[in-house]
């Protein structure tokens, strides 16, 4: 564990950076420094590699004084990732990866067998290794900033705004691989970013600084966003924490029904039957059971009309039908991703679909919210028991599982994937 | 007359080609002479340029220096150290030309030095490499382009300068000018100030060469 203890660094100008700090880093998870531009967050990370002696206070690792260990050896125990990755120009990418490993006496046959391994860790492809990095896109020129940092295995790894200077599509990949790779290795992970949604989506915790070097707020996210210790904190946090916090609860347990849905060549009897009171669309689906679009009912129904010789298809024709929108995975996506394909839909329905994108029922925006009355008052550690007369009731269900759906039709096998929220999953 | 017919009268006369006034044996001293200059003004100018550079220390003594530098007149410089130091071998000659040559190579270094992207530094320091490792792997390859260009224009004032060494009785293609001067034989002069130029451009090459072995492809591209 890193500890930061009572730490404040006064630059030769006078300027305080770091005001009295103290945090506990746990071990084997992700810690995001966030706060606003020149908070002091740099200068925080930059104290535990020693990059920047504290004035006051001591940082221990594992118990041990950083102060009382060689600088060399201490920071060669510990990765170190930059904005704009830094890397060594005249290096290959492999020689690059390969510099730590160098460093700690390695010969360079498996110095280069190991950066070809991290390689294939961060996602680089391995006809890169002999390129340089001017022959790199910026998003790529990260990953090997990455690979760099892991590839002497060192138990800490420091990352300061290191997908900052990428674009948003890049960003989310990048971020999605971290946590990739850090479900795999369980590093110690000091993260600093500006960017509050970054640190929402990265952190196990989260340390919000304000400016001046102090500390607002350190606690884990879905705390930070139902609990913000004061109004910076809540402003830091933008005006839809509500909605964000929602990424937290696991749509596991949410009641989709299948009944609205057909396939393509649906005769009259199965529309009719199918069709909800309170819902006058149908979801279509092709033979595999992917979705296709919404269509109304009565357009859904097979043309009778002998008169127009042209229309003798039954079934609707899929260019009349009404976009889907991007379903979610129930058990895997959030409720808040429930309620933006519910939002986005058409027909107000959000489409629910397994892992491998079949159909396995809608659900509307009056469900999804239920289920989040029912999540907020379980603290998001179940799928709620949904009960849309007796909200409140949501408390007592802590042994329930789904109930069936309030409306007729095959319920769906409800994926009993474990209800542990918060759900930090890659997306 | 023009230039030409003193070029073929200098070059077609067998005499320039043999002896201790051939153009080979005179070609052998202006390099002796250039070489040993600009070794000496790079074993005192690089080190001094690459710690600077490398520690940030002593940038206005630098440019200090280098501005008062280049306003020596060589020729002033070895007239005076002939008249101190007598005719003490090519001592006197050296002095000019390696103080005319200390100067870019120092100040280029220097600048070379400073002017590396500081990222991958910040990067290489917090992955624990030492302050040398830090100068001669991250920031002497990225700067080495700009470094030999240093030397390089060193090289090409020190090898067109070297042709005053002549006025001292010393050897090299300043034989041919000075000589002829005196002798009001132009073709040698335009003769000599041709092979210094001549030499001058070979010079250029060599360094293109130099650069193209021991620059990185990562560093060379775009430049
Ligand atoms: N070397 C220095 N000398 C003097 N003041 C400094 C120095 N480095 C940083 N500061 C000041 O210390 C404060 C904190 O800087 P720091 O770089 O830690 O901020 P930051 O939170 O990382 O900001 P950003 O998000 O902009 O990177 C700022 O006011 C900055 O101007
Ligand atoms: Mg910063």
């Given at each position: 564990?890193?500890?930061?203890?009572?730490v404040?660094?006064?630059?030769?100008?006078?300027t305080?950076?770091?005001?009295?700090l103290?945090?506990d880093?746990?071990?084997?998870?992700i810690?995001?420094?966030?706060g606003?531009?020149?908070?002091?967050k740099?200068?925080?990370?930059?104290m535990i590699n020693?990059m920047?002696?504290?004035?006051g206070g001591?940082i221990?690792?594992?118990?041990?004084?950083?102060?009382?260990?060689?600088?060399?050896a201490?920071r060669?125990?510990?990765?170190y990732v930059i904005?704009?990755?830094?890397?060594f120009?005249?290096r290959?990418?492999?020689d690059?990866i390969?510099?730590v490993?160098r460093?700690l006496?390695?010969?360079?046959g498996?110095?280069?067998?190991?950066?070809r391994?991290l390689?294939?860790?961060?996602?680089?492809?391995?006809?890169l290794?002999?390129?340089?990095?001017?022959?790199?896109s910026?998003?790529?020129?990260?990953?090997v900033?990455v690979a760099?940092a892991l590839?002497?295995?060192?138990?800490?790894?420091l990352m300061?705004?290191?997908f900052?200077?990428?674009d948003?599509i890049v960003?989310?990949?990048l971020?999605?691989?971290?946590?990739?790779?850090q479900s795999?290795l369980?590093?110690?992970?000091?993260?600093?970013?500006?960017?509050?949604?970054e640190a929402?989506k990265?952190g196990n915790m989260i340390a919000?600084?304000?400016t001046?070097?102090?500390?607002?707020?350190y606690a884990?996210?879905?705390?930070?966003?139902?609990?913000?210790?004061?109004a910076?904190v809540?402003?830091?946090?933008?005006?839809d924490r509500?909605i964000r916090?929602l990424?937290?609860?696991?749509?596991?347990?949410l009641d989709?029904?299948?009944?609205p849905?057909?396939?393509?060549?649906?005769?009259a009897?199965?529309i009719?039957?199918?069709?909800l009171?309170?819902?006058?669309?149908?979801?279509v689906?092709?033979?595999?059971g992917?979705?296709l679009g919404w269509?109304?009912?009565?357009d859904?129904?097979?043309r009778?009309?002998a008169g127009?010789?042209?229309s003798?298809e039954d079934?609707a024709?899929?260019?009349?039908?009404?976009?889907h929108?991007r379903?979610?995975?129930?058990?895997q996506?959030?409720?808040?991703?429930a309620l933006?394909?519910?939002?986005?839909?058409?027909?107000?329905?959000?489409v629910a679909?397994?892992?491998?994108?079949?159909?396995v029922?809608?659900?509307s925006?009056?469900?999804?919210?239920t289920?989040i009355?029912?999540a907020h008052?379980?603290?998001?550690?179940?799928p709620?028991?949904?009960?849309?007369?007796?909200?409140d009731?949501a408390?007592?269900?802590?042994?329930?599982?789904a109930?069936?759906?309030?409306t007729d039709?095959p319920a769906?096998?409800?994926?009993d994937g474990?209800?542990d929220?918060?759900?930090?999953?890659?997306? | 007359m023009?230039i030409l017919?003193?070029?073929n009268?200098?070059?077609s006369?067998?005499?320039?080609?043999?002896?201790?006034n051939?153009?080979?044996h005179?070609l052998l001293?202006h390099?002796q002479y250039?070489?040993?200059?600009?070794a000496?003004?790079a074993?005192?100018?690089?080190?001094?340029?690459l710690?600077?550079?490398h520690t940030?220390?002593?940038?206005?003594?630098?440019s200090?220096?280098a501005?008062g530098?280049?306003?020596?007149?060589s020729?002033?410089?070895?007239v005076?150290?002939?008249?101190w130091?007598g005719?003490?071998g090519?001592?006197p000659?050296m002095?000019?030309?390696v103080a005319?040559a200390v100067?870019?190579?120092l100040?280029t270094?220097?600048?070379?030095i400073?002017?590396v992207?500081?990222?991958p530094?910040d990067?290489?320091?917090?992955?624990g490499m030492?302050s040398?490792?830090?100068l001669?792997q991250?920031e002497?390859?990225v700067?080495l382009p700009?470094?030999?260009g240093g030397?390089r224009s060193?090289a090409i004032?020190v090898?067109?300068?070297?042709t005053?060494?002549?006025?001292?009785s010393?050897?090299g293609f300043?034989r041919?000018?000075i000589?002829?001067?005196a002798?009001?034989?132009y073709?040698d002069v335009v003769?000599?100030a041709?092979?210094?130029?001549?030499?001058?451009?070979?010079?250029?090459?060599?360094f293109?060469?130099?650069?193209?072995?021991?620059v990185?492809?990562?560093v060379?591209?775009g430049?």
């Amino acid at each position: 564990m890193i500890r930061i203890e009572s730490v404040t660094k006064r630059y030769a100008d006078g300027t305080v950076a770091v005001d009295d700090l103290t945090l506990d880093i746990p071990d084997g998870s992700i810690t995001v420094l966030v706060g606003p531009s020149g908070c002091g967050k740099t200068t925080t990370l930059r104290m535990i590699n020693r990059m920047i002696e504290p004035s006051g206070g001591r940082i221990l690792l594992d118990g041990q004084d950083l102060a009382q260990q060689p600088v060399t050896a201490l920071r060669r125990s510990m990765g170190y990732v930059i904005q704009n990755a830094g890397l060594f120009q005249h290096r290959t990418i492999v020689d690059n990866i390969a510099t730590v490993p160098r460093m700690l006496g390695w010969d360079r046959g498996r110095a280069r067998e190991r950066a070809r391994e991290l390689m294939d860790r961060v996602g680089l492809d391995a006809t890169l290794a002999k390129r340089y990095p001017y022959q790199l896109s910026g998003g790529q020129q990260q990953r090997v900033g990455v690979a760099r940092a892991l590839a002497a295995d060192p138990p800490v790894l420091l990352m300061d705004e290191p997908f900052s200077a990428v674009d948003p599509i890049v960003r989310k990949g990048l971020q999605a691989e971290l946590l990739r790779i850090q479900s795999e290795l369980g590093k110690t992970i000091v993260f600093v970013t500006h960017d509050i949604d970054e640190a929402i989506k990265l952190g196990n915790m989260i340390a919000v600084m304000r400016t001046g070097g102090h500390l607002a707020q350190y606690a884990p996210p879905d705390e930070l966003l139902s609990a913000p210790a004061d109004a910076f904190v809540e402003d830091f946090l933008g005006t839809d924490r509500g909605i964000r916090r929602l990424s937290f609860f696991t749509s596991a347990g949410l009641d989709v029904t299948a009944t609205p849905i057909v396939t393509a060549d649906a005769d009259a009897a199965q529309i009719a039957e199918r069709t909800l009171p309170e819902l006058p669309y149908l979801l279509v689906t092709d033979a595999d059971g992917k979705p296709l679009g919404w269509a109304k009912a009565e357009d859904l129904a097979p043309r009778t009309d002998a008169g127009d010789g042209a229309s003798t298809e039954d079934g609707a024709s899929t260019a009349d039908l009404l976009p889907h929108g991007r379903p979610f995975v129930l058990g895997q996506d959030s409720l808040r991703d429930a309620l933006d394909c519910a939002v986005l839909s058409p027909t107000g329905w959000a489409v629910a679909v397994d892992g491998t994108g079949k159909v396995v029922g809608v659900t509307s925006q009056e469900t999804i919210a239920t289920a989040i009355r029912g999540a907020h008052a379980g603290r998001a550690t179940k799928p709620a028991e949904p009960d849309a007369d007796a909200p409140d009731a949501a408390d007592t269900s802590a042994a329930g599982p789904a109930q069936a759906p309030a409306t007729d039709g095959p319920a769906p096998d409800a994926p009993d994937g474990d209800a542990d929220a918060p759900v930090k999953a890659a997306r | 007359m023009n230039i030409l017919n003193f070029l073929n009268t200098f070059f077609s006369d067998g005499a320039n080609w043999h002896g201790a006034n051939g153009i080979p044996h005179r070609l052998l001293e202006h390099i002796q002479y250039s070489a040993v200059a600009l070794a000496i003004a790079a074993a005192i100018g690089l080190p001094i340029g690459l710690f600077t550079g490398h520690t940030g220390r002593g940038g206005y003594a630098l440019s200090a220096f280098a501005t008062g530098a280049r306003a020596l007149p060589s020729f002033g410089l070895l007239v005076l150290m002939t008249i101190w130091l007598g005719q003490l071998g090519t001592t006197p000659a050296m002095i000019p030309l390696v103080a005319l040559a200390v100067a870019p190579i120092l100040v280029t270094t220097h600048e070379a030095i400073r002017s590396v992207d500081p990222a991958p530094v910040d990067a290489a320091r917090g992955m624990g490499m030492t302050s040398p490792s830090v100068l001669f792997q991250v920031e002497l390859p990225v700067a080495l382009p700009l470094i030999l260009g240093g030397l390089r224009s060193a090289a090409i004032q020190v090898v067109s300068t070297a042709t005053i060494a002549a006025y001292i009785s010393l050897g090299g293609f300043g034989r041919y000018i000075i000589d002829g001067l005196a002798s009001h034989t132009y073709s040698d002069v335009v003769g000599g100030a041709v092979l210094v130029a001549g030499l001058a451009l070979a010079t250029i090459g060599v360094f293109w060469l130099v650069g193209r072995l021991v620059v990185s492809p990562g560093v060379r591209r775009g430049r």
